[in-house]
């Protein structure tokens, strides 16, 4: 009997309920780990020099989030958020599950630490509903599924338990009161480091309803309420006159991008309080859940929206004014569903999205409060039979359609291609989502519907920068059938001042096809002018030095790719092929075979393994090799040459001739195939 006994209470503990909790929050979205890198997290993770190499990573404390590729103006310092993609690179490698695993985990554990928060001074069953509500939430697919919009799942488990400690220590007292107090400044310091929008966490810790835990074992005076004050003036104090001056630092001020430049102080107002309402139906009502949603400005202060917003705010302010000592909890509630919004509310601050989804993952967690009391206050006034014949199945209901939807809204994050399509369909004059369309339709070839969607693009902003240079691209991939007509059409472009740095790096890529060495090194060193860590530039600028005999500079150039994106296969492709021009056959053979393990299509990398073999009088890998080579590359003549010279030495003779032919086919005036039958027909003469 007492085993069961303790078993029940195990199962039944608070820890327990948020192990339950966290797997609930895990499960919505379990199906984001087989999710690709989408939107931002190419650049933000796989072109990142600074989250591969760990000589970087003090940059990632103090540097903006963009600052990898440029010193322009940023209002984004997040250091936790870099920290965690360090790990994720060094543990999981370019694998996008590893990223996924984590966001996953920590959505996770913020859903747990919710629970744990809310059941200080809501009671169990409050608490428990509302975390789960927060778990299911279909608001926070684009926070959990999109791996580079993690830092409100940081910044919130960060606060969650930043205010859960400083519950705790108003219970304690001595020496353990000083070290909880201790752990919630350091927690408040880490959710500074994953968004700023924890600045306002001693706020709601200043509005924490008092918990009934334990309240008979001892008084929780706390030092009265100007003692809880000067409390959360030296915890928290501490830890943001640490973060503002590493934050001034990182950024150059504390926000120095200003975005809308030409609004008025009335117009931004405005624009702030216009979205109140839209932000606030979607934390209560998050069904139309949408990757990108068009900032239309409102018209003034007298703009419906606006009014609104007002109206909403004031409301809130009035409500927990009069009923802030009679119903403590519901007002947290709205503390927390508005306090942290504020920061979105500043247009000029915040990112292009100034509507997006993600800003909403903390404030849910006032929503489902809100709701679960709504709840609670129905259920304590209607009959007992109705309670549980009509509540209980409604939030069984809620629940269930929240997860459902959750996981529906997760699949829109699968891939870019699908991200794009429902991006489009849920907002028509989305620029941005055709923009990363685009790009899915040029990689795989598929011009025409590319052409499509960027007349649409054209159509809905043609005055959008992006959309005029990736226009320009498009036309350029579709119109120039040899590389000196791409040549042409790109020194046209940048002749005119339009053309971006990209533009600069598929000249020199254009000009090494068409042989033109020195103009392709000036080109790329161009493009690494705007961008240095521009590796597609460096790579080009690496194979325009071995074009022009340079290996030891071509070795060069690979060796600081590579130290940026220690996974590119072209990079290790470019290292192994200067070794083994310089002669170093051990290097060049372990480089080229690490570029065939990152990417086994790499054609180019089995002919120079040929070469190598074929030095080593291997004839059995040479030809394997090659054979490789050819196979995955049709178009190139220099593999089938090397095809030929293999042939012939292993006597297939009738071979050699046929490869060097289809050499000829590929290249007609190439000497070395010509050179090659010549001297077949000498042999044969003889």
């Known amino acids: 009997m007492p085993d069961s006994a303790g078993g029940l209470r195990r199962l039944t503990s608070p820890r327990f309920g948020a192990a339950l909790i966290g797997v609930l929050g895990f499960v919505v979205y379990a199906g984001t780990l087989g999710h690709d890198f989408v939107y931002d997290d190419d650049n933000q993770i796989l072109h990142n020099p600074w989250i591969w190499n760990p000589r970087f990573l003090l940059n990632l404390l103090t540097k903006a989030v963009w600052s990898f590729r440029d010193d322009g103006p940023s209002n984004s310092y997040r250091p936790v958020q870099m920290l965690l993609y360090f790990l994720d690179a060094q543990i999981f490698g370019r694998s996008p599950l590893g990223f996924h695993l984590t966001n996953v985990l920590v959505h996770a554990a913020a859903s747990a630490a919710a629970f744990l928060l809310l059941r200080r001074f809501a009671g169990e069953s409050h608490a428990a509903l509302a975390a789960v509500l927060f778990a299911v939430h279909p608001a926070h697919a684009e926070s959990v599924a999109w791996i580079a919009g993690s830092t409100d799942v940081n910044c919130a488990l960060f606060m969650f338990s930043c205010l859960l400690t400083w519950s705790c220590a108003r219970d304690a007292t001595g ?7 201790g752990c919630s400044s350091l927690l408040f310091l880490l959710a500074l480091l994953a968004k700023e929008i924890a600045v306002v966490t001693p706020i709601l810790a200043l509005g924490l309803p008092r918990s009934p835990l334990g309240s008979q074992a001892r008084p929780r005076r706390f030092g009265g309420p100007w003692g809880e004050v000067a409390r959360v003036m030296v915890a928290f104090g501490a830890s943001l006159a640490l973060y503002v001056p590493i934050r001034f630092h990182a950024l150059g001020g504390l926000n120095p991008l200003i975005r809308h430049a030409d609004f008025t ?20 009502f998050p069904w139309k859940v949408m990757p990108d949603h068009v900032f239309v400005p409102a018209a003034g202060l007298l703009d419906p929206a606006a009014l609104m917003g007002a109206l909403i705010l004031a409301g809130a302010l009035g409500v927990v004014v009069a009923f ?9 509630g709205i503390g927390l569903l508005v306090l942290p919004l ?3 509310l500043h247009v000029q601050y915040v990112g292009a999205d100034v509507q997006a989804d993600r800003y909403i993952y903390v404030p849910s967690l006032g929503a489902c409060l809100l709701l679960a009391e709504a709840l609670a206050w129905a259920w304590r006034r209607l009959p007992a039979r109705v309670s549980r014949s009509v509540l209980v199945p409604a939030c069984v209901l809620v629940t269930a359609t929240s997860a459902a939807r959750t996981v529906a809204a997760a699949t829109m994050w699968r891939d870019n291609e699908t991200l794009s399509r429902a991006g489009i369909a849920l907002e028509p004059r989305s620029v941005r989502m055709r923009h990363i369309l685009v790009h899915v339709l040029q990689e795989t070839g598929r011009f025409d519907e590319a052409d499509e969607v960027m007349r649409q693009a054209m159509e809905l902003d043609p005055q959008d920068p992006w959309t005029v240079a990736l226009a320009a691209d498009l036309r350029i991939l579709r119109e120039a059938r040899n590389p000196g007509s791409q040549i042409a059409m790109y020194e046209r472009l940048l002749a005119t001042g339009s053309g971006q740095p990209r533009h600069w790096t598929n000249l020199s890529i254009a000009y090494s096809r068409a042989g033109r060495y020195q103009e392709a090194a000036h080109a790329a060193e161009r493009a690494l002018e705007s961008d240095a860590n521009d590796t597609a530039a460096l790579l080009s600028l690496g194979t325009a030095k071995g074009g022009l005999g340079d290996f030891a500079g071509q070795e060069r150039e690979a060796l600081r790719l590579l130290e940026i994106d220690p996974g590119f296969a072209k990079g290790w492709l470019n290292l192994g092929a200067a070794r083994l021009r310089l002669g170093s056959l051990e290097q060049a053979e372990a480089d080229l075979s690490h570029a065939v393990e990152l990417d086994p299509g790499l054609a180019r990398a089995h002919l120079y393994l040929s070469l190598i073999a074929s030095r080593r009088r291997n004839a059995e890998e040479a030809l394997r090799q090659v054979r490789l080579a050819s196979e995955l590359d049709p178009s190139d003549a220099e593999a089938w040459n090397h095809l030929g010279v ?14 060097w032919d289809k050499a000829l086919t590929i290249d007609p005036g190439n000497a070395t195939a010509l050179g090659n039958l010549e001297r077949l027909k000498s042999r044969r003469a003889n």
């Open 175 to 181: 020496r353990r009161r000083v070290v909880l107090l």
């Open 265 to 284: 102080t009335l117009q931004l107002v405005a624009n702030g309080l216009a979205l109140v309402p839209r932000h606030m139906l979607f934390a209560f």
């Open 324 to 332: 802030g000592r009679s119903a403590p909890t519901a007002c947290f």
């Open 342 to 344: 504020l920061p979105a």
């Open 646 to 659: 293999v042939l012939v030495q292993s006597g297939d003779r009738e071979g050699a001739r046929s490869a």
